[in-house]
């Protein structure tokens, strides 16, 4: 949230400096790089969000307040690269489960406030800050009126405002219910749909299907919604493997200078048992990105496998050389090593991993092991 740093290259948590540049949201992740416009004494102007086009000035917000189910890096890009004054669509592309019947989920305020009446009557007039004042939160005292303020800008007939309920002031207490979803994260606390009639909002979290669409479907490729079935499936949906594997085969002769999807195809074809296949996807990646953990790692593993040890020994320690912290990389470096017959190198390597992750079970007693090698295998 805090502008999370982009991690070193080839590696997965380390940083050059501290991961965070600062707590809290700062005035650069609305207006971007300030260092200009204070060191031109204010020439250079920053970005103003309410002069930008309606699809980069809702992707400042959209940045933070938006996640969705699966979200999916385009090619070549990091989300983590996106500034303010261009479009998060870019960036990443956003996936929610439920098909056709997305719509009907509604958790997140950016997704829900796209439903309502107000915003799809106002069109790109409207934003996120015909209500809110990024520079302002009122309190408790102040909340009702200032919102019925915002509302009454737009539902601005006299009449109607005092007409309309005038016992309650508090507009957003019948159409902006609060859910009382505080628990789950992600969940919009406040119904940001702006219903006609209230309802108390049933955050709904069951997918009615298991198939993604697209948030922003103007914005998404076929290769980002096979990758969002390959993502879906790490997290742990085995049963989208098939998808995942089909969709990304028919974009394939797309896939020649995109790592992050050959990288895909290359750790389901090893899982699928076609090694070779694999072996051949993961060079590919290593030919465009010689860091690559995820290539590096698996082609090391597929070589030791195929008794390649000295292959498998210089992909595995390249890898393990910027990432000491990954207890599964550094169990089958330790293993290779082991295979090799150099008990001493495959202790050394558990030891330094056993620093970032102490007393760790599996780091020791495959430790304890070591010291009859070769007698493991990779896994
Ligand atoms: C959460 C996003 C956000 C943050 C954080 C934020 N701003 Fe803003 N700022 C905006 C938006 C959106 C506008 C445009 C408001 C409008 O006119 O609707 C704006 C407008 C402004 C303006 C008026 C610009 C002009 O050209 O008229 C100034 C000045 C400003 N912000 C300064 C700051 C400063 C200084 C900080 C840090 C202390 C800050 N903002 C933090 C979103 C943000
Ligand atoms: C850099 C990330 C970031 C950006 C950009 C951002 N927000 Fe936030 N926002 C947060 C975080 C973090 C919180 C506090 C945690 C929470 O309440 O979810 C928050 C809280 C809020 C809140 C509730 C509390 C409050 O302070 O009023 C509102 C409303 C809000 N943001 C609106 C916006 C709007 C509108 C924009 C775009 C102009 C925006 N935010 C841009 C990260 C961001
Ligand atoms: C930027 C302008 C704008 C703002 C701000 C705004 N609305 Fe609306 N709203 C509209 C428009 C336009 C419509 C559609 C025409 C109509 O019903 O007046 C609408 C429709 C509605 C409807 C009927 C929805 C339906 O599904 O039939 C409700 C209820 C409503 N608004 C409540 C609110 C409340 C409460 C607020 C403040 C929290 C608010 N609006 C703020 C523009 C706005
Ligand atoms: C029609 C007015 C309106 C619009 C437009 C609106 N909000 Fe809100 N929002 C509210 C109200 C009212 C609250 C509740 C504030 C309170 O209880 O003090 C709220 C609360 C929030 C909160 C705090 C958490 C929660 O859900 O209660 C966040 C975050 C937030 N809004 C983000 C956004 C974002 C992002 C957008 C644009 C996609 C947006 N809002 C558009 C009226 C609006
Ligand atoms: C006590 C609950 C309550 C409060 C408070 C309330 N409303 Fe409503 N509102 C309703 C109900 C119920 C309806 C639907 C029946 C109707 O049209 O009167 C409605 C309808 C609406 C509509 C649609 C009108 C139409 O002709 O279709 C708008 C717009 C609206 N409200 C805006 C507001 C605004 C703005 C405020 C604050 C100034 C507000 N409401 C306060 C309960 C409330």
Redesign the pocket.
């Known amino acids: 949230?805090?502008?999370v740093r982009r991690s070193d290259p080839g590696t997965l948590n380390r940083y050059k400096n501290s991961a965070f540049l600062h707590t809290g949201?700062t005035c650069e992740?609305?207006h971007g790089d300030s260092t200009g416009h204070v060191s031109s004494g204010g020439k250079i102007k920053v970005i103003n969000?309410a002069r930008l086009d309606a699809a980069k000035r809702d992707s400042?917000?959209i940045?933070?307040?938006l996640e969705g189910d699966v979200l999916v890096e385009r090619a070549g890009r990091s989300a983590l690269d996106f500034v303010p004054g261009e479009s998060i669509t870019d960036f990443a592309s956003y996936y929610v489960y439920g098909g056709k019947a997305a719509t009907a989920r509604a958790v997140s305020e950016v997704e829900q406030f796209a439903q309502s009446g107000c915003k799809r009557a106002s069109g790109e007039t409207m934003s996120?800050?015909s209500c809110?004042d990024?520079h302002f939160?009122p309190d408790k005292e102040q909340r009702v009126a200032f919102y019925r303020s915002k509302c009454l800008t737009c539902h601005s007939n006299a009449k109607f405002a005092e007409s309309h309920h005038p016992e309650t002031k508090d507009c957003t207490s019948c159409h902006m219910k609060q859910t009382g979803a505080e628990n789950i994260p992600h969940v919009a606390w406040t119904d940001h749909r702006i219903l006609r009639i209230p309802e108390v909002a049933q955050p709904q979290r069951t997918p009615a299907t298991k198939e993604l669409a697209a948030i922003f479907p103007e914005a998404g490729t076929k290769r980002d919604l096979a990758m969002a079935y390959y993502k879906a499936m790490l997290a742990g949906d085995k049963a989208l493997e098939p998808t995942a594997w089909g969709q990304l085969n028919g974009v394939r002769s797309d896939l020649a200078g995109d790592p992050e999807a050959l990288d895909a195809l290359g750790v389901m074809a090893a899982a699928r048992g076609d090694e070779p296949s694999a072996a051949d996807l993961f060079r590919k990646v290593l030919s465009i990105n010689g860091n690559d953990l995820t290539a590096l790692s698996n082609l090391g593993t597929i070589m030791a496998k195929e008794g390649k040890l000295e292959e498998a020994q210089s992909l595995l320690n390249a890898a393990f050389a910027r990432n000491q912290d990954i207890p599964g990389l550094a169990s089958n470096v330790a293993r290779v090593d082991c295979m090799a017959g150099n008990s001493d190198a495959a202790k050394k390597v558990l030891q330094e991993a056993l620093f970032y992750n102490p007393g760790l079970e599996s780091l020791e007693s495959l430790n304890t092991q070591m010291s009859h090698c070769p007698a493991t295998n990779v896994r």
């Open positions: 949230m805090s502008e949201v992740a609305c969000p400042i917000c940045n933070c307040h996120c800050t809110h990024p939160t």
